[in-house]
Every structure is written in C-alpha cells, then in structure tokens.
C-alpha cells in the first residue's frame, strides 16, 4: 500500500510564485539588453569620434531621440521593439561621438572621459545593487523627478541659448543627482513589479547612464579647467 503526499498551493501563494518569476525575467531581460545595447552605442560614439563627424546640432537631436523613443514605445510589446531600442541607442550614441571628441582635446582630456566612465558605472552599480539587496520602493520619487528634469532640461536650453557656463555647471550637477534617483527609481520599478516590459524597462536606464555620463564628463571638464 502506498502513501501519497498531496502539497496544495493557496491561489495567493500561486500568484506571488508567477509574479516574482516574471520579475526575474523581467530584470534578467533589462540588463542583458541594457548591455548590449551600451556595447552598441559605445561602438557607435568611437567610430563617430575617430571619423571625427559634426554634431547634429540640438534641434536634430531631440527631433532624433523623440521620434525613436516615440517608435520605440509603439513597438515595445514586439521584435520591432528590440530593433527600434538599438536604432534610438546608437542614434545617441552617434551624438556622443563629437562631445568626446571636445573633451579628448583637451590637455588631460582622456583622464576626464576615463573618470567620467568609471564614476557611471560605479553609481550604476551601486545604487542598482542596493535596490536588488534592499527592493525598497522609489516610486514616490517619480513626481519629484520628473518635475526636476524638465526644470533641468528647460535650463540647460538656456544655458545653450544665452551661453551661461554657470547656468550650465548648475544643470550638470543637478542631472547627475536626478539621474542617480531615476536609477534607483527604474530598478525600483522592475523590482516591484511597476514596469513588466523589459524594452522600455531597458530605455530608461540607459537613458538615465548616458545622461549620468555626461554629466559627469561636463563636471570633471569644468574641475580640470580650473586646476
């Protein structure tokens, strides 16, 4: 005679083990994208650095990266999506290129682009790996983010139109904090289970590195001007 053990699963407990399944998915899809497309853009910054392109000017930029982001929000639930993510990240990558190329120009240019790097990656990793450990929610900083980067976008237009350079320090200082909590905000988001798709979940943490970048690169530049 043989003993059957039977284990049943409350509907809750069921739902909780599918909901953190997808998550993982979710977050295992976002940076292995994430990475290739960095990869990609990074690839795309060299060769238009060492081909030594012209700067597609503001207005060509944000007519690029809207449009982009624009398709890449229709297309995000599709194959088309993932294309659409490489095409708008190596499009700002292409913009990068001519910005290197200024800042390697100077005397200890390839230090500041070098310091820039690392300090993106270390506050990528960092503030990523502390809400992995912790999964604390950042949801609430959304409204104050969101209102921060208009701001800081707005100011950083004047700066460019009535060429303040004090304006523009203030502006990098401040994205690199506000870049730093839409890291914390869109791992967050992930981890709670906010963002379920890995295409959109991907472009706004690239975003949010490439910005952290040059603003970094912009700080580091002004720091090395001085010295």
Do not use: C, W
Not at 117 to 128: H, V, Y
Not at 175 to 189: D, Q, Y
Not at 202 to 212: E, R
């Amino acid at each position: 005679m043989s003993t059957s053990i039977i284990i049943s699963h409350s509907p809750g407990q069921a739902t909780n083990a599918e909901s953190a399944i997808a998550t993982h998915r979710v977050l295992r899809n976002t940076y292995l994208l994430l990475s290739l497309t960095l990869l990609f853009s990074a690839a795309t910054a060299t060769l238009t650095a060492v081909m030594n392109l012209p700067s597609p000017g503001i207005l060509l930029t944000l007519v690029g990266y809207f449009g982009l982001l624009f398709l890449t929000t229709k297309l995000r639930n599709s194959a088309g999506g993932v294309l659409s993510v490489f095409a708008l990240t190596g499009f700002m990558g292409y913009t990068l290129g001519p910005i290197l190329n200024n800042y390697l120009a100077l005397p200890n240019g390839a230090q500041v682009v070098g310091m820039a790097m690392g300090g993106t990656g270390a506050i990528f990793i960092g503030l990523s790996g502390y809400v992995l450990a912790t999964k604390r929610d950042f949801s609430a900083m959304r409204g104050f983010l969101l209102v921060g980067i208009i701001t800081a976008f707005l100011a950083s237009l004047a700066a460019v139109i009535f060429s303040i350079p004090a304006l523009s320090l203030t502006v990098s200082a401040a994205m690199v904090l506000l870049m730093s909590g839409m890291i914390l905000h869109e791992t967050s988001n992930i981890i709670n289970g906010g963002e379920t798709n890995y295409v959109m979940a991907t472009v706004g943490l690239f975003v949010s590195v490439f910005n952290l970048f040059i603003s970094l690169m912009q700080l580091l530049g002004f720091m090395s001007a001085d010295d």
